[in-house]
């Protein structure tokens, strides 16, 4: 299974926030990764995931500039990926 790199855009695919995009913050382990999106989970307050709950896509924010505005700014950016038939998309479920 391809592991999720720090400033990676993801998306949520399970539990209450399925479609909201983040991106991650830190790597927990092989299975789990902090994300935040800048608004309500914020870098202070990130979200605990799964992996195998989270769709990456081929977009990084550079690790050097990530702070709460970067992300808020670099999600906006890329939300038109959605649109446009998730280019880069990687799914990290099994099964």
Same mark, same amino acid.
């Given at each position: 299974?391809?592991?999720?790199?720090?400033?990676?855009? +993801?998306?949520? =695919?399970?539990?209450?926030?399925?479609? =909201?995009?983040? /991106? *991650? /913050?830190?790597?927990?382990?092989?299975?789990? +990764?902090? !994300?935040? #999106?800048?608004? *309500? %989970?914020?870098? #202070?307050?990130? =979200? %605990?995931?799964? !992996?195998? $709950?989270? +769709? @990456? $896509?081929?977009?990084?924010? &550079?690790? &050097?500039?990530?702070? #709460? =505005?970067?992300?808020?700014?670099?999600?906006?950016?890329?939300?038109? *990926?959605?649109?446009?038939?998730? &280019?880069?998309?990687?799914?990290?479920?099994? @099964?």
């Amino acid at each position: 299974m391809g592991l999720l790199e720090v400033g990676q855009l +993801v998306t949520s =695919k399970m539990g209450r926030d399925s479609g =909201k995009k983040y /991106v *991650v /913050v830190e790597s927990l382990n092989d299975n789990q +990764v902090n !994300v935040a #999106d800048g608004f *309500v %989970r914020k870098m #202070d307050r990130p =979200k %605990r995931k799964n !992996v195998k $709950h989270l +769709v @990456g $896509h081929g977009f990084s924010l &550079e690790v &050097e500039k990530m702070d #709460d =505005k970067a992300i808020r700014d670099f999600i906006e950016q890329h939300s038109h *990926v959605e649109n446009l038939g998730e &280019e880069g998309l990687t799914d990290h479920g099994q @099964g």
